[in-house]
């Protein structure tokens, strides 16, 4: 079955840098576009950022463009999610996700395997 683990999450301050990794087994990877969404308590789920197949193409949401990098490895079936610059309000957990073929980047409901999620804290 198809397996998405997240890990690297923590407290740090505002600021500072993250690095999320995302294992992904039970798929073909590099035939999954892979994504990054958070949610925080009491809000949906929102989109971060997702990458293409090959990693050409890389899309964010506006509140992380600049200081957000997502990237992937399809040897090892990793995507990783590096944070930079990180403040209070990105606090939230952080899920892998992954699809076969975009619908639409920023819906949750289009994905079609999720990860259990990571928690990024960020303190100011």
């Known amino acids: 079955q198809v397996q998405l683990v997240e890990s690297g999450g923590g407290l740090v301050q505002a600021g500072g840098s993250l690095r999320l990794s995302c294992a992904a087994s039970g798929l073909t990877f590099s035939t999954y576009v892979m994504g990054w969404f958070r949610q925080a308590p009491g809000k949906e789920r929102e989109f971060v950022a997702v990458?293409?197949?090959?990693?050409?193409?890389?899309y964010y949401a506006d509140s992380v463009k600049g200081r957000f990098t997502i990237s992937r490895d399809n040897a090892k079936n990793t995507v990783y999610l590096q944070m930079n610059s990180l403040k209070p309000e990105d606090t939230a957990v952080y899920y892998c996700?992954?699809?076969?073929?975009?619908?639409?980047?920023?819906?949750?409901?289009?994905?079609?395997?999720w990860g259990q999620g990571t928690q990024v804290t960020v303190s100011s």
């Open positions: 996700t992954a699809v076969r073929a975009v619908v639409s980047i920023s819906d949750p409901r289009k994905y079609d395997y």
């Open positions: 990458i293409t197949y090959n990693g050409r193409n890389t």
